[in-house]
């Protein structure tokens, strides 16, 4: 398995443009994670899918940030517009249930999303 | 709502030394715990994980990590640290009740030759 697969791996974009970052989770986890790395902040969980549902979104700071999941081995998340301070890498993150007792339900994620926001 | 806290923003060592790096989180209920490292220019690994049983786990490179739960802690420490630990550690928890794996803040290593 080629693991977790995001893009682009950067991104620099001017402010007001729309932003896409892709997500190829590994095959057969039915858990999808977004999440955000900033230095101030550290990482944040954005939104997460079950089975292709959003779950929980209450990460996603404003309305200019939306996240799909349209199949089980795609997700995106989108900025529109863009601003300076979305600058940040974007990880995603994909995993069997994460809750439990099975050694297998561990995150794996992506190399990441340099996003650069001018 | 969970949280997860770690104390040391910036650690700097010299090779050798030992290590021991705070991660406490706020939850009453059954927990799985993870410590994940992030080297320079590179994505989140798994480091060691605690899912039940023997609250001493042993992960990868030397590591390992005690949970106490009176102390709601999960510390990672190594006994001798390597310029190649340079890194940032992660301390993160995930509640039964909800899937959601919640990270703190991070820890930055820096270890001298």
């Given at each position: 398995d080629a693991g977790v697969i995001q893009s682009p791996r950067h991104e620099v974009t001017e402010m007001g443009q729309e932003v896409t970052l892709r997500c190829k989770p590994i095959s057969g986890h039915d858990y999808l994670f977004w999440y955000r790395q900033t230095m101030m902040r550290g990482l944040e969980l954005l939104i997460y899918f079950n089975n292709n549902v959003?779950?929980?979104?209450?990460?996603?700071?404003?309305?200019?940030f939306s996240a799909k999941m349209p199949n089980a081995s795609f997700s995106t998340l989108k900025i529109?517009?863009?601003?300076?301070?979305?600058?940040a890498v974007y990880f995603c993150a994909s995993s069997l249930p994460?809750?439990?007792?099975?050694?297998?339900?561990v995150l794996t994620f992506g190399a990441g999303s340099r996003l650069t926001v001018l | 709502a969970q949280s997860v806290s770690q104390h040391n923003h910036h650690v700097i060592l010299s090779e050798a030394a030992s290590l021991e790096l705070g991660c406490n989180y706020s939850y009453g209920g059954t927990v799985n715990l993870f410590w994940y490292v992030q080297y320079p220019g590179q994505h989140l690994q798994l480091l060691l994980k605690y899912?039940?049983?023997?609250?001493l786990v042993k992960g990868i490179k030397g590591f390992e990590a005690e949970f106490i739960k009176s102390k709601f802690s999960f510390n990672l420490r190594k006994p001798s640290v390597q310029w190649s630990d340079t890194a940032e550690y992660f301390c993160a928890v995930v509640s039964y009740n909800t899937d959601k794996l919640i990270f703190g803040t991070g820890t930055r290593l820096q270890v001298f030759p």
């Open positions: 959003p779950i929980d979104d209450s990460g996603m700071p404003e309305d200019r529109q517009p863009s601003e300076p301070r979305d600058s994460p809750a439990g007792h099975s050694g297998a339900n | 899912f039940s049983g023997d609250p």
